[in-house]
């Protein structure tokens, strides 16, 4: 689908992608890894809530505490993840390795834990770890890969190829239930040989040190930089703070697609069997819109696409509080895929520039820990809100908060970008 840069002129250095030129590839290897571990995390991300709610028998508000605290451990470890990347270019991939290997080896915790509340919590704990630690060091190495303006189009290809990813797992899922007559067990058995074949994919065809020259040239050409001023520079720089803010502030009144999914199998009445297939129609969504979401960031500017990705989650609220029926089901799994186009990548972006080439992946973690840690919140307490009131009420009270954090972040956010 996207071309990569692997040929070598002997006269000439190589050069940053251009708004026409190839995508590197190094951001094509990390979208192959991406891709095969998103069909494997994705399989159990599809059937995990009706497993947890309706096979153990979790009320909304145990679903939302647990789904929110693993969550918010993925947050924390990012910035230990972000940290061990930065001590040495060649870091990033061994440090991102590893965090592919821990969520792989998850899916055994899954499938041994039986009902075990205890084992099932080890297990999620496992997998939301090592998706932390991985996150930063992975967009650390496709941010340091492609020049500041062509940064939208270079995630917007990553994560094309990792939604790729997460529309199909759904529907190994569905196939694999299918096949077995609703065994989960043997789900987790394919999920986790597919994250292995992903962490081989990762070790066969991403270079050991993606993004080195890159951390090197941009540290010559800054000059010396004084003992700290990596540091600094991630927590201490104005415009980057008020990403981080407005991005908790947003991140605070997301629910989490889980809870979406759930609303939308209640509201139609969906048979358990069909419960996977909800993601896919976000996915498909989120997959044809990524790239060219990731160009009009980068032609226009990356703040309105990133608060305009905002007011279609919200327009999504809006429309699961009214009757149910499939139009609006379908409205709701595209809006929601709009809303991963414009953001996810995106985010990224708009960050990467501001942050020192030699301290990219611990600031990328913090705005990530951040990110999550306000998405923490946000799904305990809308678990919460359904278990007491109900999910319409829920879902108003939900609403009138995203609307209030845009609000707040449309004057939060810097209106010139670091290019």
């Known amino acids: 689908m996207y071309l990569a840069t692997t040929g070598r002129r002997p006269d000439a250095s190589p050069r940053p992608p251009g708004p026409g030129r190839r995508v590197p590839g190094t951001v094509i290897a990390l979208g192959a890894v991406s891709l095969v571990t998103d069909v494997s995390s994705e399989m159990v991300t599809a059937v995990l809530p009706l497993y947890l709610v309706l096979g153990l028998g979790l009320s909304p508000l145990q679903f939302g505490f647990l789904d929110g605290l693993f969550n918010g451990a993925t947050a924390v470890v990012r910035l230990l993840g972000g940290r061990l990347a930065d001590r040495g270019g060649g870091r ?153 803010t407005a991005a908790a502030l947003l991140g605070a009144a997301t629910i989490g697609d889980s809870f979406l999914y759930l609303l939308l199998q209640r509201g139609l009445d969906l048979p358990p069997l069909l419960f996977p297939l909800l993601p896919l129609g976000a996915a498909a969504c989120y997959l044809l819109l990524a790239v060219p979401a990731g160009r009009i960031a980068d032609r226009t500017g990356r703040r309105t696409p990133f608060l305009c990705g905002h007011g ?60 999550a840690l306000a998405r923490l919140v946000g799904a305990a307490g809308f678990g919460a809100a359904w278990t007491w009131w109900g999910p319409r009420p829920a879902l108003t009270v939900a609403a009138l908060a995203l609307a209030a954090a845009l609000a707040a972040a449309w004057r939060i956010l810097p209106e010139r970008e670091s290019s």
């Open 92 to 244: 990033h991939r061994t440090v991102a390795g590893v965090g592919y290997l821990l969520s792989a080896l998850s899916r055994l915790g899954l499938l041994l834990a039986g009902g075990a509340a205890g084992g099932i919590a080890a297990a999620l704990a496992a997998d939301r770890l090592g998706k932390g630690v991985r996150t930063a060091p992975r967009d650390a190495m496709i941010s340091l890969s492609a020049p500041p303006e062509a940064l939208g189009r270079a995630f917007g290809v990553h994560r094309a190829m990792d939604t790729t990813g997460a529309l199909l797992g759904p529907l190994v899922a569905f196939v694999v239930l299918w096949a077995t007559a609703d065994a989960y067990d043997a789900v987790f058995v394919v999920s986790f040989a597919t994250g292995l074949f992903g962490v081989l994919v990762l070790v066969l065809f991403v270079p050991a040190g993606p993004g080195t020259a890159g951390v090197a040239a941009a540290v010559a050409a800054a000059g010396p930089r004084p003992a700290g001023r990596r540091r600094s520079r991630a927590l201490g720089d104005p415009v980057f703070r008020r990403i981080v």
């Open 312 to 371: 279609a989650l919200l327009v999504a609220y809006l429309t699961l509080t009214a009757p149910p029926g499939w139009p609006a089901a379908v409205l709701v799994l595209v809006l929601l895929g709009v809303f991963y186009a414009a953001t996810d990548g995106v985010l990224m972006a708009l960050a990467g520039p501001v942050l020192p080439s030699d301290g990219r992946a611990g600031g990328l973690a913090v705005l990530q820990t951040g990110q």
